[in-house]
């Protein structure tokens, strides 16, 4: 093993390790058992050089392009920033070079071998395509995203018959996730806004031109469906969803956060439900106005601060709250909170997600026309970041193929 390979594996260990996981310890770490596991596994080594460069690539750009009054002063005085900022820009490049030779070098080496898998590798198959997804989020998260996502759930969906029994080093990366990954997004909500983004799927190609503009019969189931699942998410409970969890948390005194945290995610969710249902049809009955999720989110999420582990886990969240917030002072807070959260975790995705808020942002600025819901049944009220002709955020997004965001 060269000079280079060694040493992003020593940073692999000692810094990209505790980014993929809420709580970094030996024992509920899985990403540190496969580090002895490349010897055997060329593909796994070379994803995680990848990864490894990318994020020392990452780690060595300069804060988000806020205003500075929001740019904690720990920023460049953390010891791996401030080592990597003073690099030169010819070695910050190298960085990233490495990341994308290596990530071709895996990408060779996995197709080469898919076929030839068997059940003693499944892990570790199963570990480099979840690496190549950490690497996307890393680098943006819109690019081979959903294409690696696909290949997990094809690689579980082989294997796991097989080999369910079986427990071997890394098994405990089949079931970690909820609990101790870095997003750790409550399954059950997850599953509700995967649902309603299939729903409607269809409804973007209703607009166009070979496809009647009319509120068909399918239509309307899709809207009774969307209803049942926003009913659904309103009834998640996170003090169970949180408390449930605590048998697996590394931190027996999580609760509070864990709690906060299922609670900013639900009125998330129920954000995002209610955007999909207003655009099947945007006189569609809210029970609540939207801004005052958006509070309820900002609310949770304000008694998460930065150096709390379960910090991590609030990006989501946070972006559906100011997708939707047509409040200067809300979107002031998600900036700053983009801020902090790029200073603890230096990804792509967290770049890539503001500068998507910026457009949204932007494009509320450029409109004054209200779109209104009626709550109750009571007067109509204008919906925020709705305006005429039936837009609404979640549909640009995807119509610009931003959608690893909305899932």
């Excluded at 998410?233 to 709690?259: E, G, K, V």
């Excluded at 500068?355 to 949204?360: D, K, S, T």
Aim: with cysteine; net charge neutral; charged share 20%.
């Amino acid at each position: 093993m060269g000079h280079a390979s060694r040493k992003y594996l020593f940073y692999f260990a000692s810094a990209v390790c505790k980014d993929l996981v809420l709580y970094d310890s030996p024992e509920h770490n899985p990403y540190r058992e496969l580090i002895p596991l490349t010897r055997q596994h060329p593909v796994l080594l070379q994803i995680i050089i990848a990864v490894s460069a990318l994020h020392m690539f990452n780690t060595c750009q300069k804060p988000l392009p806020l205003d500075t009054t929001v740019i904690s002063p720990h920023y460049y005085t953390s010891p791996l920033r401030s080592q990597c900022l003073s690099t030169s820009p010819f070695q910050r490049q190298g960085y990233y070079r490495d990341a994308l030779a290596a990530k071709q070098r895996a990408l060779y080496l996995l197709r080469s071998n898919i076929n030839d898998i068997d059940a003693a590798a499944i892990d570790v198959a199963l570990a480099v395509v979840l690496l190549f997804i950490e690497l996307d989020l890393l680098d943006s998260g819109r690019n081979n995203l959903r294409t690696h996502v696909d290949g997990a759930s094809a690689i579980i969906n082989t294997w796991c018959g097989q080999s369910i029994k079986r427990q071997t080093a890394m098994s405990p990366l089949r079931s970690y996730a909820e609990g101790n990954h870095c997003s750790s997004f409550p399954a059950t909500l997850l599953q509700l806004i995967q649902t309603g983004s299939r729903l409607t799927d269809y409804k973007y190609q209703l607009h166009s031109p070979q496809y009647p503009q009319t509120l068909s019969k399918q239509h309307q189931e899709q809207q009774q469906q969307l209803q049942e699942l926003l009913s659904n998410a309103q009834s998640f409970n996170p003090l169970t969803w949180a408390t449930n969890l605590q048998p697996h948390s590394p931190a027996p005194n999580d609760l509070q956060h864990r709690t906060h945290l299922g609670s900013a995610h639900r009125a998330a969710v129920c954000i995002y439900l209610s955007r999909l249902l207003l655009s099947l049809d945007r006189t569609s009955k809210l029970s609540y106005p939207l801004e005052s999720l958006v509070a309820e989110v900002i609310s949770h999420l304000s008694s998460i601060p930065p150096d709390n582990p379960i910090f991590k886990a609030t990006t989501w969240p946070t972006f559906i709250a100011g997708a939707e917030t047509n409040d200067p002072a809300r979107q002031t807070w998600v900036t700053k909170r983009f801020q902090e959260l790029w200073e603890v975790e230096p990804w792509g995705l967290i770049r890539g997600a503001f500068g998507v808020l910026e457009e949204i942002w932007s494009d509320r600025r450029r409109t004054s026309e209200p779109v209104v819901a009626v709550v109750d049944g009571q007067d109509a009220i204008p919906v925020s970041g709705e305006r005429g002709g039936g837009w609404d955020w979640i549909g640009s997004l995807r119509e610009k193929g931003v959608d690893w965001l909305v899932l």
